[in-house]
Structure formats: C-alpha cells, structure tokens
C-alpha cells in the first residue's frame, strides 16, 4: 500500500522463520515466492516448490573446468562451509571413501573432478563435477587450426609459441601471476625499456604457427597484464613482418584482461592474404608486460570475456580420406569410452566392427545421464581436431530388443559432441547435442529402425552447419556453433554392428537441407517454426519455404547458412513441408518432408517399464498406421492409431519416455530432460509408482514428488495427466491369493488415494488402472509377470488412456471372467494360472512346456488367445473353461491336436473342423474348429485327451 515492491532484508545465513500475518479476514494466500532479483515476476501458478529440509549445497569448483596450458589450481567449497567435501579425479562417483578436500589442489594432467558435501544432520549435497584439460607448454607441436565457426575463431595460449627468439637484452619468459589462462608471458627484465619502432630486429619475439582456413580481415584481440603506464603495451605481426594496424596495442590494466585498441585510435587488424600455414608474432613494445593470451576472429562485433575462448586445436590434421571397413579385424586406433558400469565388449566379427554387451538402460547401471542415454562409443583416434568432413557409415542393430546404436561426429571429449541415434525398443532417432556437458534435442521422431535392417548415414559438417542422409534420402540437419570441430565416433548402447566407415572432403556443392522439423512430426498448433541449413550458398541466394505448395513467410538468415521462416496450415492435416535454394532465382537444390502434422496431440509418456513396455511382446501392433511411429514394444503405437481413429487426416504422435525400474524420486530428477527432449509435446502421461511400493516409498514422499513433477510439467506449459498404479499380483514366492489385501497393494491404494482424491493438485485425471485391473475382476491374465501387463494388457492400456484422453468408454474384444474348474462343478481355479494374450509365430502355447508356435493362419491375425496348461490335458469335465465375451459376435476358434483319434463330444456338436492349422514346435499340431457369431458367457469341456488319443491341450482362440 507504501506503492514499493515487498522486500524482506535478510542479514544471516541459514535457518530464518519467515511469517505470514492475517491483515484483512477473508483473504486466501496460495503461494509465497522470494527472488534476489528485482525483475523477477511470478507466472501460473509460480516456480515448483523449494524442497524442504537441510541439504548441503552442491560443491562449487574454482574454475569451473576449462582448458590449462601444463597446471591449474582448483579450489572447491560448498555450503555451509563446515560440511566435508570428497572428490575423485578418475571420473568415478564421489563417496565417502573418497579424497577428503583439505583445500586447494593443482591438476598438472586432464581429469573429471567430480565432488559432493557431507554433514551431520543435513542430507549429503547434489554432486558437481568439471572437466579440465590440461595440456604440455613444452612450445610447438602442430599449428593452431582456425575454427570455422561463427568470427572463425583462433585462440592462442601465450606460452604455447612455436619459437621464442630474445633480442636486444630483453626475453620472453613464463610466468605464473593469479588470473592468468594457465601461465602467462612476461617481457624481462622490466628496467623501462620501450621499443617503439624497429621492434622485428630488435625486440624479443613469439611465434605462433595457424592454419588459417579463411582469408581477409582479422581483428585482434590481447589477453594481459599492465602493471603501469610503463608496461602496458606490445606489438602483433603476421609472417615476421611488422603490421602497422596490429603494432603498439594497450590499455591493459594491472589485472588480467582483453584489449584491442592501438595507440593510434583504431581497432588492431591484420590481414591474412593465404590460406594455409601463416605465422603470427608478437613482439614487446614495453617491457614488463605479461601477455597471457591472444585471439584472432573475422567477426567485427565479437568481444572476448573472462578468459576468453577455449584455445584452439592445434596440430597437424589428419590427410582425408580416411577409410575403415575392418577386413584386417584391426582395431586399434579406436579409443573405447563406456559410460556406464558395464564393460563394453568391441571386436571385430566378418568384417564389421561391433560392440555386443548388454550395457543397461536403467539409472542403477549408469545407463542414464538423467533421461538422456548411456552406452559406450568407439573414437577413431586420428581424427582427432577435424573440422570440415564427410562422414558415413553403415550401422546395424543386432539385438532383438534393439536398444540403441547411432554415429558421433565433432567429438572432442566425452562431454562434448553430436550424436544421432535410433532405438528400435524406444521407437525414437534423435539427433542431439552435448555442449560442456549439457544436452540439447535438436531433432526427434517416432521411427526407430527394425533390428538387422542396414542403415547407411552420411553426415556433412562444415563449419556449425550439418546435414545428414539416411539411405541416400536426406533426413536430419543443424547447427551447432559451440562444436565446430572434432572427431567421429561410433555408439552403441546393445548389440551393434558397424562398417565401411568413411571420411572425406566435403563436398562443394550447393545444399540446402530442412532442420529442426523431421518428417513424422506433430506441432499441435496451427503455426509453424520452419528452418533449413545451407552448404555452398551460391553468391546470390533464395530461400523459399512452402507447405502443400502455399508459400511461407520470407526467409530470414539468422546464422551464417542458417535460414529461419513462419509457415500457417489453415487447417489441421497432413503436410508436405518444403524448401527450395535459388540462385539468381533459379533452384538449385530442395528437400522436402512431405508428413509434417498440424493440428494434432503430440503426446510424451513419462514412466517406469510397464510405460516403456518391456513385455509388450506382440511387435505386429508396434508399427502404426501411416508409419508415424516404428517401435520393439510399448502401448504408445496403439494410443496413436485410436487418437487417430475418429479423424485419420488429423495426425496424432505419442512418444515413449519410460524408463525402466523408476520411481518417483527418479522421474523428478529426470523431468526436467523430459520436457526439454519433447519440447513440442503439450500433455505428458504419467504412470508412476509400482518401482515404489516394491521399494516402500512412503506415501508422503510419494505425494511430493509427484507434485514436484506435477508442477514441472505445468510450468513448461504442457497438460500433465496422472493415471492410478496398477496392482501388484504376486511376490517371488508366486502369485498372491488374495491380492486386493497384500501389503504392497495396501501402499499401492495409498498412492492412489492421493491421485484421486484432492491430495494431489495441477493435474488431469488419467485411467484408473487398479480399479481396471483388480476392482472391477482379478485380471491377472492380462499380465505377463505379477507387475507387467501382457501385450493384450498394453492394448487396454492404450484404450484406457486413449478414453481418458477424449472422454469415450469402449473397450476393445476380449475375454473376461475367466474361470477353470479342474472337476465338475468345483470352485474355479484361484489363484487364476491362465493367461491371455496376443499371440504370433514364435509365442509359447502353453503356460507349462516349451511349445512354440510357428505358423499361426491369417485367420486367427489378432486373435485373442487363452494360454492355458497342457498339463491340464486330461480334465473331462464339461465346465473346465468359462468367459465372457460381451454383446458383440466374435469367431470363436478352437485348435485340437491334430494326432488325436477323435474330438470331444461338446466339439464336435458346437463347431465346424476346418482345413487350417496350427503348426507347432514341440507339440502336437493343432486343428482349427470354428463357430460363428458368439456372444455372452462361453462354457466349454476338457480336451479328454485321454479318451480322444490327443496328446496335448487344445487353444482358444477369440477373433473379433
């Protein structure tokens, strides 16, 4: 009411009480928010809730990583400043047991320090780490190569020179002064000498050799130190010649910093006439200065900070080509980094190079960086500082799960690269990035490749641009200015094999190719965000961008070869997405993605296994119609076709983010790459909580995480909806008699109390699984095990989620209220043994032996099968097996051993013998009976196999 911003002083660290008083009654306070920052302004429903409790900060390092010419110093602290700190430097997780940090340590060689904080009565802090290069200062060892980046940036480490030539009484000599990139050099002796002309013969010198890969202008810029008005200035020449635009830089103060300024008032410049080996010089005006560091750019407006850029690769670069396709079995050259605690397993078999361990896909294994994957990745040495090249491959998937194998391209260090990957499990290829440790998506669809299927990828880099052809077609492109150089690498997170690797010279002519929006994609709303990447780009260029022939707004350049532009649908549908590159008006070059949505749900599913749908075993229901999505497992392939279903021109996409063996705890950790890696998702399903029953989460922790995941996926603007956990059915000592009454499921209700009645807020309701699966009957036959449904328990799954999603109620065909009498008239079987499922060639028949499966006729395509025992052969009783089958008419399909001398009387009287049969795998085969039209309760006999001379049971089969 003073008309001031509310504003609290707070004098002391640590626990303080803030209040809250009542002034007029009949006020309602939701929420209460403090920022240090006074442009800060909540939004929604505000940040997520702070987490409550004590918790040590997480260590800060002192640098925060970077590169070192031959030492840096490192100090780490943390909050508050009595906690412990442990530390490791062989990239190994901190504990306990680790080095205790007793104050400043100096790293003479690269390492990834990773360290946490320890005190009594506060939770141990979250760990921090850093990676440091550290490189010899021993002189020359290659030339500096140019970036081709944006300002094609060289930066140059003073005390890393090529030559270092005294003259005239004075020297150049390393030194170490507080705030310098690693060491530093210093004009000696400082007795007030000034050299101000004739400086090339008579002045100490430093050479620095660069391999420039673009001529012209160059602005310069000097890192040092200028004690005083007396040594506070040097001179910069190109090809031991003096440069009168470089000469007498300064303004250089007594703490480290960049200056580009020269005595006569103008900006310092050289300029390179020849591509190729230049030398660079630098020559004392004044002695006493220290010159710490050197940087060269193109770019006119870029000012170097702090210390500057990340000094340049330097060595001689490897000859292109450079082929690889194993014949000689040979792999050494290639460098194997596994990330996860699971050794890898490279060799080569025929003639391919493949890595064949299991290496996990769970948090437990250290197969996940959050939610972003884990594995291991083979780097071909010699190509190490590469920039502009041609990369291809041929990659292939050998596991039948299919999890997950791609190719690395600018690698520098295992924090940073670019990695384009497919998962044929997950059903995803991804294209991503990772920059000093952070990941960035910068591409994504639903079309993973199948298991054994040869891809062969081609990936052009020049400079940030790339593109990338999967069989010749183009595919994914990008930019990415922080990785304009590195190195090929080949990745593997299951079986994988690789051949005919290949690096060449770009090619040089002109491309253009569409970035950030594959085919297969969905954007929900009407208005699209187009971009395209150019190679080459002929003097006078065009960019063009259409949908369905309908041009978009005018391009606009934003990055050098980076073309950005707005696209409209005017109605929700299926689009070709076009780009066309013009020179002078005429095309010379297009791509085209012609399944681009709008209009449409792009949908992300965030869970543990049973959401990532590790026994949805039945793959004929994983490829959905129109191809939007190409997937090992999951329900989400089904959940697509039925959102699809009411209006098949409107294109719908859902993406499996599950992750095996989550909880609570873990999808909070993991949430926030979740949103970030389905940034164009606008709701996110959730399904969370049989991981923490197992593990005895309580219900109040329960219920704050999941609120904090609740809040994220708001915040992001995005509909989160939250489905109930599904029961448990047994425990390793079998299936549980009674399992409404079990204490994981008295836990399991808890959880689901909090869902569905108000104790949980922010959120839409989803299906409620428990109340499907155990409420309404014990469905435990749509389960595979006592935790996973089955592939027809994933089917429901998707019609669940699908009707909680648009309000409808139907449910597909399948058999319920199953019951087995193993006498005349006895109580049916309890625990329930049967299963039901879908079934295809190479499925068991039975619950109890090892009968597979070979050749299932098309007629029974879909069919919904009763998986019964076959030691259960011989019951004669004429209620053996009852179900339901609902109002609507199905055909009713039962295979009778084909060896046997005759059928059961109840058979023979209700069905047709038809010429189709089952071929079986260590079985009898089984004759198919058929009857038409069922409907309501079905009631049938036992196979009497000891009468009839059959020698196993029969199958049912349901067939809507």
């Known amino acids: 009411m003073d008309g001031v911003v509310a504003t609290i002083n707070v004098t002391s660290l640590g626990l303080n009480t803030i209040n809250v008083w009542m002034r007029e009654d009949g006020f309602v306070f939701d929420k209460l928010v403090l920022s240090t920052d006074a442009t800060f302004t909540p939004t929604g429903s505000g940040p997520s809730e702070s987490p409550r409790g004590l918790t040590v900060g997480t260590p800060v390092f002192t640098p925060n990583g970077g590169s070192y010419v031959e030492s840096v110093g490192v100090a780490i602290s943390t909050e508050p400043a009595a906690a412990s700190i442990y530390y490791t430097l062989d990239g190994s997780p901190p504990t306990t047991s680790s080095i205790p940090y007793s104050g400043a340590f100096t790293l003479t060689s690269s390492a990834t320090v990773r360290a946490i904080g320890v005190l009594d009565g506060y939770a141990s802090s979250q760990e921090a780490s850093a990676d440091f290069v550290v490189t010899p200062s021993s002189g020359g060892s290659g030339p500096y190569q140019q970036g081709s980046g944006p300002g094609n940036v060289v930066s140059i480490e003073a005390e890393r020179f090529d030559v270092n030539q005294a003259a005239g009484g004075h020297s150049w000599v390393e030194v170490f002064p507080n705030g310098v990139s690693g060491s530093a050099m210093a004009a000696t002796p400082n007795n007030g000498t000034n050299v101000n002309s004739g400086y090339v013969t008579s002045s100490p010198r430093l050479d620095f050799e660069v391999n420039f890969a673009k001529t012209g202008i160059h602005f310069v810029w000097i890192r040092g130190i200028g004690a005083s008005g007396f040594d506070d200035s040097v001179h910069v020449g190109l090809n031991n010649s003096a440069v009168a635009s470089a000469d007498r830089i300064t303004k250089f103060s007594p703490s480290p910093g960049w200056s580009g300024q020269t005595m006569d008032g103008v900006v310092a410049t050289i300029n390179v006439t020849s591509l190729g080996l230049n030398t660079i010089n630098v020559w004392m005006r004044e002695d006493g200065f220290v010159f710490d560091k050197l940087v060269l750019s193109t770019d006119a407006t870029f000012t170097p900070t702090g210390s500057g850029p990340s000094e340049s690769l330097k060595g001689d670069l490897p000859q292109l080509p450079i082929g690889e396709n194993f014949s000689d079995g040979d792999i050494s050259g290639w460098s194997i980094t596994d990330e996860t605690s699971i050794a890898s397993q490279w060799t080569v078999v025929d003639g391919e190079m493949q890595q064949t361990a299991t290496l996990g896909s769970t948090p437990i294994t250290g197969g996940l960086d959050g939610i972003y994957h884990n594995g291991s990745f083979a780097f071909l040495e010699k190509t190490t500082g590469l920039q502009d090249y041609r990369f291809s491959a041929d990659i292939r998937l050998l596991s039948e799960i299919g999890e997950e194998c791609g190719l690395m391209w600018r690698y520098r260090n295992s924090e940073n690269y670019l990695r384009l990957s497919f998962s044929f499990r997950d059903g995803f290829a991804l294209l991503q990035a990772k920059a000093n440790g952070a990941w960035e998506t910068l591409a994504m669809n639903g079309r993973g490749v199948p298991t054994g299927t040869t891809t062969s990828i081609s990936i052009e880099t020049i400079g940030a641009i790339f593109q990338i052809d999967l069989d010749g077609q183009k595919f994914f492109s990008g930019h990415m200015a922080e990785l304009d150089s590195g ?51 002929p003097r006078d260029a065009g960019v063009d961008f259409d949908l369905n022939g309908s041009p978009c707004s005018p391009a606009v350049q934003t990055e050098p070869g980076y073309y950005s532009a707005t696209c409209i649908a005017f109605q929700p549908g299926v689009y070709a997405l076009s780009v066309d590159l013009k020179d002078s008006g005429i095309s010379v070059d297009s791509d085209e993605r012609d399944a681009v949505g709008a209009g449409g749900r792009n949908i992300a599913t965030a869970g543990d296994s049973i959401t990532n749908g590790s026994t949805d075993l039945y793959q004929t229901d994983n490829l959905s119609l129109g191809g939007w999505r190409i997937a090992r497992w999951g329900y989400q392939s089904n959940l697509i076709d039925l959102v699809n279903e009411n209006d098949p021109s409107v294109p719908h996409i859902v993406f499996n983010a599950g992750v095996p063996g989550d909880r609570v705890a873990g999808m909070r950790s993991r949430i926030g790459g979740v949103l970030e890696q389905h940034a164009a998702a606008e709701e996110v399903l959730v399904l969370i909580g049989t991981n923490d029953a197992l593990a005895g989460t309580g219900s109040a922790s329960y219920r704050q995480e999941l609120q904090t995941i609740v809040n994220a996926i708001n915040a992001a603007e995005k509909t989160p909806w939250v489905a109930t956990v599904p029961p448990v059915f047994g425990d390793g000592a079998g299936l549980f008699a009674d399992p409404e009454n079990a204490q994981i ?216």
């Not at 997170?493 to 040089?508: G, L």
């Not at 795998?921 to 069922?934: A, F, T």
């Open 487 to 537: 190195g090929i690498a080949l990745y593997a997170r299951r079986a994988c094999a690789f051949d005919n690797v290949m690096i060449t010279t770009p090619t040089r002519s002109p491309s253009i190719a569409i970035s950030g929006r594959p085919g297969y994609s969905v954007e929900a709303g009407l208005e699209m965000s187009v971009a395209a990447t150019v190679f080459n780009e």
């Open 745 to 960: 499921n008295t836990l399991v209700k808890a959880y689901n109390g909090i869902i569905q009645n108000g104790q949980l807020s922010g959120h839409q309701p989803g299906p409620d699984l428990y109340d499907f699966f155990l409420y309404q009957e014990n469905r435990v036959y749509l389960f595979a095990d006592t935790i996973h449904p089955n592939a027809l328990g994933h089917m429901l799954l998707a019609h669940l989620w699908r009707n909680s999603l648009t309000g409808l109620t139907d449910l597909p065909v399948f058999a319920s209220n199953i019951k087995v009498r193993l006498t005349a008239g006895d109580f049916p079987q309890t625990p329930l043994r049967y299963k039901q499922n879908l079934l295809e060639s190479g499925d068991g028949l039975y619950i109890d032996s090892q009968a597979l499966l070979v050749n299932v006729p098309p007629s029974l395509s879909g069919g919904r099968w009763i998986v019964s025992a076959n030691g259960d052969r011989n019951r004669s009783n004429s209620d053996y097996l009852s179900f339901y089958i609902g109002a609507t008419p199905v055909t009713l399909f039962i295979g009778y051993d084909d060896s046997a001398g005759s059928e059961p009387a109840w058979l023979q009287t209700d069905f047709v013998k038809t010429n189709e049969v089952i071929t079986v795998s260590g079985s009898s085969d089984l004759r198919l009976y058929r009857k038409n039209s069922v409907t309501g309760t079905v009631v049938l006999g036992g196979a009497n196999a000891e009468i009839t001379g059959a020698q196993s049971n029969y199958a049912v089969i349901i067939v809507p």
